[in-house]
């Protein structure tokens, strides 16, 4: 009897647990933050972009898009295996027909970037990297900003199949108004865009400020 009883208050137990994690409110901004904070922080900030191979050991890719005028600029790179160049493209949009106004290719090798064009390369990516390079992110500095507004939408609703969700801040990020190019004392929009209960590493960035210079960057896991 006594064995039944301690048998019985373990069942208890370990049913009280599983309904408390069933009941875990995946849309609170905790829960949010909880998650976003603790996957950016493996990767914002990596200086090495190589270094993304120990978080991502199947290979990964990273595209950086920036609002330039009528323009918009693309940057793309595709990393599969650790040793050899990372190759990438440089492209200019225009932003009304989306029609390809100039584009040019890339390596990153050695923790450098080589461009086929140097001169030009520059003229369309000042900045020259990417922002997961120099940006932190936590669930700290998550926590401490100002929340604008947030949405969580259900696998069963949206258009993905994808537990997803949005976050959008106002929060000073020197770096980010470093890299755009923008007044450094004031602070921008920062969204974060992810997946939940996702089998891979699928973040979103995006940052502007008054609405005038627009930058996205997004980091997706490849899976075998």
């Known amino acids: ?10 069942g208890l137990l ?4 599983t309904l408390l994690v069933g009941c875990v409110d995946h849309t609170s901004r905790g829960y949010l933050e909880e998650l ?3 996957e950016l922080s493996r990767i914002y900030p990596t200086e090495n972009i190589e ?19 009528d323009s918009t600029v693309f940057i793309y790179l595709e990393a599969r295996e650790k040793g050899k160049p990372l190759v990438g493209t440089i492209k200019q949009l225009n932003s009304k027909t989306k029609e390809e106004e100039t584009s040019q290719t890339f390596q990153y ?4 970037f080589v461009f086929e064009n140097e001169g030009e390369a ?3 990516w000042p900045q020259g990297k990417f922002l997961f390079q120099e940006l932190q992110l936590n669930q700290e500095m998550l926590r401490k900003a100002k929340l604008h507004s947030k949405q969580y939408t259900n696998r ?4 993905t199949g994808d537990n997803s969700f949005y976050l959008e ?13 923008i007044d450094e004392s004031q602070p921008v929009e920062l969204f974060i865009l992810g997946l939940d209960e996702s089998k891979g590493f699928v973040y979103e960035i995006g940052a502007q400020q008054d609405h005038i210079t627009t930058l996205w960057e997004m980091i997706r896991e490849i899976r075998k």
Do not use: A
């Open 1 to 10: 009897c006594v064995k039944l009883k301690k048998w019985s208050w373990i």
């Open 14 to 17: 370990m049913l009280c647990v």
């Open 36 to 38: 976003s904070g603790k």
């Open 51 to 69: 270094d993304l191979f120990e978080q991502f050991p199947n290979g990964f890719t990273v595209s950086q898009s920036r609002v330039v005028g």
């Open 109 to 112: 090798v050695n923790g450098k």
């Open 122 to 124: 520059k003229k369309l």
């Open 156 to 159: 069963e609703e949206s258009p």
């Open 169 to 181: 801040y106002s929060i000073h990020l020197p770096v980010v108004n470093r890299i755009l190019g």
